[in-house]
Structure formats: structure tokens, C-alpha cells
């Protein structure tokens, strides 16, 4: 079975802190993605990733970066993290190629709450 | 730009009944279509999706969903709910070209009750 591992479930941090969130998958993916989850507005889309070093912004970029070294690992990072950054983080992950119709598996997610 | 209309954010529904759980989507482009599940406190898993050829597609638990290019919808049913399909259910869709860039909808909590 396919494994996206969250490396936190549930965090708590202060305003103005650096956060990382780690991500690691087991298949060998090409594509590995970080979504937020908010009630009434689904899942949105912060950073994209197609291979080693390379990402793409998402629809809501700002105040997150991404960080992956490794094809196996892609980190989120809340640089200075604020009050409306509280929310379910999801990391995912699929084949690249031709194939954009490929399955996307997710992790189980990331409770952060900046208080 | 591609973007995915749920309609409905709760259908509570009785055990055994029938369920249709509706999704419009917009795009310039061919898409391909999925429909996600997210149990409670868990990760979404694919629970069906639409790439090409039949345009009915069906899942190993008995849902099912219709691609209508011309109504531009993709919506799921599943003719007899059961309390485990209590979850919340996400349409989203992909441009066929570029990126697999996916939008997701805003999802829909189905409540089954005994």
C-alpha cells in the first residue's frame, strides 16, 4: 500500500514562530502536493511539487513556503506563523508522466493551531 | 482556470435510501473527474474517478457516478446508503494538459441515519 506519512498530527504554535511540516511518501512519486483544509472551503491548493528541487505555487501561496531535496520528502514551511495559518494541513502525493489522471494518496493530516 | 460546484455542504439521509450527491465543474479544457472520501478524522482516498471512455464509473462499494459533458456535472449516487458511508465527499477535477493541478470542491458531509 501506498504511504504518505505526516510526521505531526497535531501542533501548537505561537504567533511570529517558524513551523515546519514534514511529508515523506514510500512509491516513489514524482508529484507531491500541500493542500489546506478549512470547513466551508474545501481543500485548497498552497505548493506543488514535480521532481527534485522543483516546485510550483498553488492558489494560496502566501505566508508558506516549500522546501524538497529528496524525491521521498517535501517539507511546508510557515516562515512567521499567524493566527489565520490555524487549519488542517494534508500532504499527497502521485506518479508524474503522462498519465495526469493518476490517483492522488494523501496523508492523514496535520492539526496546527497558532495561538 | 477550472473550478468544482458542490451544491450541497450536508445530505443527511436514512440508512438504506438512496443518495445523490451533486458536482458541477468549469472548464476551458478537457478534465478528467474524481470523487474523493474523507473519513472522520483521516486523509481523503480516491473513491472513484472519470478519465476517458465509459462515461459511467462505478466503485467497489457500490457508488457510482456519470460523467454529462454537455450538463458539465459529475454527479454520485449509490441506490441503498449504509452507516459506514457516513463521511465527507469531495468532487474534483484536473486539466487534461500541463500539470496534474487539481481543484477540489468545497465537499459535501453525508449523514446516514439508522
Known amino acids: 500500500d501506498v504511504k504518505v506519512t505526516q510526521s505531526s498530527r497535531y501542533l501548537v504554535k505561537r504567533t511570529g514562530e517558524k513551523v515546519f511540516l514534514e511529508c515523506v511518501q514510500d512509491m516513489d512519486h514524482e508529484n507531491m502536493f500541500w493542500y489546506r483544509q478549512d470547513p466551508g472551503l474545501g481543500l485548497r491548493l498552497i505548493y506543488f511539487?514535480?521532481?527534485?528541487?522543483?516546485?510550483e505555487k498553488g492558489d494560496i501561496p502566501e505566508g508558506y513556503s516549500v522546501s524538497r531535496e529528496k524525491k521521498e520528502r517535501f517539507s511546508l514551511i510557515l516562515e512567521s506563523a499567524s493566527t489565520n495559518q490555524t487549519s488542517m494541513y494534508l500532504c499527497a502525493s502521485s506518479f508524474g508522466g503522462a498519465l495526469k489522471g493518476n490517483t492522488i494518496y494523501f496523508g492523514e493530516g496535520s492539526w496546527l493551531t497558532v495561538v | 482556470a477550472q473550478s468544482v460546484t458542490q451544491l450541497d455542504s450536508q445530505v443527511p439521509v436514512f440508512e438504506e435510501a438512496p443518495v445523490e450527491l451533486r458536482c458541477n465543474y468549469s472548464s476551458s479544457v478537457s478534465v478528467y473527474l474524481f470523487w474523493y472520501v474523507q473519513y472522520p478524522n483521516q486523509g481523503l482516498q480516491l473513491l472513484l474517478k472519470?478519465?476517458?471512455?465509459?462515461?459511467l464509473v462505478k466503485s467497489i462499494n457500490g457508488f457510482e457516478a456519470e460523467f454529462n459533458k454537455s450538463q458539465t456535472s459529475f454527479h454520485l449516487r449509490k441506490p441503498s446508503v449504509h452507516i459506514s458511508d457516513t463521511a465527507e465527499y469531495f468532487c474534483a477535477v484536473s486539466d487534461i494538459g500541463g500539470y496534474q493541478k487539481v481543484t477540489f470542491g468545497i465537499g459535501t458531509k453525508l449523514q446516514v441515519i439508522p
Open positions: 511539487s514535480y521532481d527534485v528541487k522543483m516546485k
Open positions: 472519470y478519465l476517458s471512455g465509459s462515461t
